[in-house]
């Protein structure tokens, strides 16, 4: 009787998947599959040509331009303000 019930113990033992080899078994599969999806969806994208690229470039160094003189003054404003008071 406890034979028995010591085979059935074995036997459920080796029906059960081992945890420790399933992580290493897909360990590269799942460390590859984001690469796999990237390298997927970047062939979809529509790249800009050059020229496109520079035009942006320039509209966004203007527009980072003009914020910066936005905040200075907005800064220079506010530091006379406070010394006004002061």
């Known amino acids: ?5 010591n085979v059935a113990k074995v036997k459920e033992q080796e029906k059960k ?22 390298w997927h969806e970047l062939r979809k994208v529509t790249w800009p040509t050059k020229q496109d690229l520079i035009q942006y470039s320039l509209i ?12 200075g003054l907005l800064d220079l404003g506010s530091t006379a303000l406070v010394n006004l008071f002061i």
């Not at 009787?1 to 019930?5: L, P, S, T, V, Y």
């Not at 998947?17 to 990237?38: E, G, H, Q, S, T």
Request: glycine fraction near 2%; charge should be positive; avoid cysteine.
């Open 60 to 71: 966004v160094l203007a527009f980072l331009a003009f914020m910066g003189v936005v905040i």
């Open 17 to 38: 998947p081992n945890k420790v080899a399933n992580f290493f078994k897909n360990l590269w599969p799942n460390i590859k599959r984001p690469f796999v999806n990237m």
């Open 1 to 5: 009787m406890a034979d028995e019930k």
